[in-house]
Nanobody
Framework: QVQLVESGGGSVQAGGSLRLSCAAS????????MGWYRQAPGKQRELVAL???????VYTDSVKGRFAISRDNAKRTVYLQMNNLTPEDTAVYYC?????WGQGTQVTVSS
């Protein structure tokens, strides 16, 4: 059974930082690419960042220069360091690997 468990969400003021973590367990999935998505109220889920086992990564334009995705392959864990947060970053953040999703963690940024 595959599980993706996120942690690290919370509430911060604009300009603050948060670090999300997602630990994967189970054997029947491909963890070559892991990533973070987010869904704000009333909006569709959108890609935030992806990272391959090699460390190659991609970001959506709105977070470039502010967010950093990383991973620990031995721990099967992916991280998202979020800096200089704005109210527009408020959303539920989901971890993804293969066709599996985590339960989501809320990030709220107040102005």
């Amino acid at each position: 059974q595959v599980q993706l468990v996120e942690s690290g969400g919370g509430s911060v003021q604009a300009g603050g930082s948060l670090r999300l973590s997602c630990a994967a367990s189970g054997s029947d999935f491909n963890d070559d690419v892991m990533g973070w998505y987010r869904q704000a109220p009333g909006k569709q889920r959108e890609l935030v960042a992806l990272i391959k086992r090699t460390g190659q990564s991609v970001y959506t334009d709105s977070v470039k220069g502010r967010f950093a995705i990383s991973r620990d392959n031995a721990k099967r864990t992916v991280y998202l360091q979020m800096n200089n947060l704005t109210p527009e970053d408020t959303a539920v953040y989901y971890c993804s690997a293969d066709s599996f999703w985590g339960q989501g963690t809320q990030v709220t940024v107040s102005s």
